[in-house]
């Protein structure tokens, strides 16, 4: 068990005794004020002549009472707060809350000699605390030594070494193992119930993050089967996805559907040329293109295979289209990579064809894709390196 294990069990067994301690306090505060009035109202009822039967002082009443005033004070209105730092101090007032109250029992069960059974009192208090509170061995010995030590040697000065002093031995010598036995099985049977409830929640916070790597898993799985290996582009797979939820969106409206497809102009001739290698290299830098456009416009961007790319646009403006078309083949032509058996130009460069059409039914997506590779055909078999807009 280690350090944070144990410092959370100490402050479980803390708050559960300063919530009994409150609710005891309560509780010997109402006993009290009831025998108090009790007594003080059958004792004046001259036909009963209880007198001499029931003596108890007023002080002792008042004793108590300022005793659980007190406490009430420290833990109902001050409502003490467990931290690192205070949890010893906190101890230590439960330690002698325990110590005083058995104290005070042993003090009046000691000077109320006349009434029945004087050591009911002390009895009572001591087989509360014990069943009562969660006491470590340290918290219940110190209590039951120092008030028993305080009502023994009360009534050995009182009545001396007589036969009655002996019989109060015997009954405290009896009573004092049994408290003890039933504070430490109360103690370790609590102890044991809060291990378990603090292996419950480590399972459950286990299982929380299992879940959660285990969707975050998935997640990325589901992202990485959307995507090309080579490009990180959107696939085909994504793609066709994507045209699905184009046809959904027709259930809610018409809408502006542009589509742009590029191809890299002589790559066949560029692979043969510098390798394949190099030419992942060139795909790797178009899509890169492609991808930044994509941020910057919230287009779709996807490989459509081989050196062809593609790009959805939503909604937008046929002049914007006319822009987007200028803009991909002046990024690539800006990107310098030398072509030198190319017969368009010295460097890598592509050709586009683009379509936008209104999406009335789900097939004008399909020929709006269609008008798009026609017009990617048108380009490249009239000089390539340019694009057409076809609307």
Not at 178 to 195: C, D, G, L, T
Not at 319 to 344: D, G, P
Request: charged share 20%.
């Amino acid at each position: 068990m280690d350090d944070h294990e144990q410092l959370l069990i100490k402050s479980e067994i803390i708050k559960q005794n300063l919530h009994k301690i409150s609710l005891l306090n309560r509780v010997f505060t109402i006993v009290i004020v009831f025998l108090f009035l009790f007594t003080n109202i059958i004792t004046n009822i001259p036909i009963l002549n209880l007198d001499n039967l029931i003596n108890i002082s007023y002080f002792n009443f008042f004793s108590l009472f300022t005793f659980n005033f007190l406490i009430f004070l420290i833990v109902d209105i001050r409502k003490i707060q467990i931290n690192n730092d205070n949890i010893k101090k906190v101890e230590l007032f439960i330690t002698l809350y325990v110590t005083f109250f058995l104290s005070i029992g042993a003090f009046i069960s000691m000077r109320e000699q006349e009434i029945y059974n004087p050591l009911l009192i002390y009895t009572m208090i001591l087989f509360t605390c014990s069943s009562f509170l969660v006491l470590s061995v340290k918290q219940v010995s110190i209590p039951l030594i120092t008030s028993t030590c305080v009502l023994l040697l009360g009534l050995y000065l009182q009545h001396g070494f007589d036969q009655i002093f002996i019989l109060q031995l015997l009954y405290i010598a009896s009573i004092i193992p049994i408290a003890f036995f039933i504070s430490q099985s109360f103690y370790y049977s609590f102890k044991r119930s809060i291990k378990f409830q603090i292996e419950m929640v480590r399972e459950a916070q286990i299982s929380r993050e299992l879940t959660k790597k285990l969707r975050e898993a998935n997640r990325k799985l589901e992202l990485q089967s959307m995507l090309d290996p080579l490009t990180s582009l959107f696939n085909r797979r994504a793609y066709n996805n994507y045209l699905k939820e184009l046809q959904t969106k027709l259930l809610e409206n018409s809408y502006d559907l542009s589509v742009i497809m590029i191809d890299v102009d002589c790559f066949k001739m560029y692979n043969d040329t510098y390798g394949h290698a190099e030419g992942d290299k060139v795909l790797l830098k178009i899509a890169q293109v492609l991808k930044d456009l994509a941020d910057e416009y919230h287009c779709f961007a996807t490989r459509w295979g081989g050196e062809e790319f593609a790009l959805l646009l939503f909604d937008v403006p046929e002049a914007f289209v006319k822009e987007m078309c200028n803009e991909v083949k002046t990024r690539v032509n800006q990107l310098q990579i030398n072509h030198n058996t190319s017969h368009i130009s010295d460097v890598v460069s592509v050709s586009i064809g683009a379509s936008t059409k209104t999406i009335l039914q789900p097939d004008d997506i399909l020929a709006c894709i269609k008008q798009a590779d026609e017009a990617l055909y048108f380009v490249k078999e009239h000089g390539r390196n340019n694009f057409e807009h076809v609307i």
